[in-house]
């Protein structure tokens, strides 16, 4: 009985250290967040410039206020199908880590909701698929009412393969 009380003391110092502020957005049907300290800014979505043998999921790069910054289309990049630009389609800046440097990155998501502040409590782990399903991108599972929200870890997200590359 001990074990298991403190194996969920542990669980809960580890679920704490994941509280707080989350900007929550949309893709399709599905809800996300992401630690709003990740996020630098949110803007419409504008005109986005092609560039040559990017992955599929790579929409090209935008110059916003003098700083060229790449964008990826989180529908493309997590396999869903593509859809077409709305009113309510945005485009989120990010800051992503990789290695001893940061960089900002757009992320584009089909509509931005609001920032939640959620509890240690209220988050779980990524549940597990079997080897074949990486989850390791999934931060936590947020519970917020009724609805569940899955937390992205945005470093691990877009640090991969091909988007580290992308550092412009």
């Known amino acids: 009985m001990a074990e298991a009380t403190t194996a ?6 580890a679920a704490s250290g994941r509280d707080g502020k989350y900007l929550t957005f949309a893709l399709s049907q599905e809800e996300y ?3 709003i300290l990740k996020v630098r800014e949110i ?3 504008i005109d986005v410039t092609a560039v040559p043998q990017t ?3 790579v929409k090209g790069v935008i110059n916003l206020r003098g700083q ?5 289309d989180l529908r493309a990049k997590f396999g869903m199908e593509i859809t077409g630009v709305t009113e309510q389609t945005c485009i989120i800046v990010v800051e992503i880590a990789h290695g001893n440097r940061t960089f900002n990155t757009g992320i584009v ?3 931005v909701q609001e920032v939640l502040d959620i509890a240690g409590q209220s988050i779980e782990e990524a549940p597990q698929f079997g080897a074949a399903v990486d989850t390791d991108f999934i931060l ?3 519970k917020v009412g009724d609805s569940v929200k899955i937390l992205l ?7 991969g393969s091909d988007c580290a590359g992308l550092k412009v």
């Open 43 to 45: 803007i419409g979505y």
């Open 109 to 111: 998501v089909d509509r």
């Open 55 to 57: 992955p599929h999921y």
């Open 33 to 35: 967040g992401l630690e």
């Open 8 to 13: 969920s003391k542990d669980l809960g110092i």
């Open 153 to 159: 870890d945005i470093d691990k997200v877009l640090a």
């Open 140 to 142: 936590g599972m947020g």
């Open 68 to 72: 060229v910054i790449p964008v990826v």
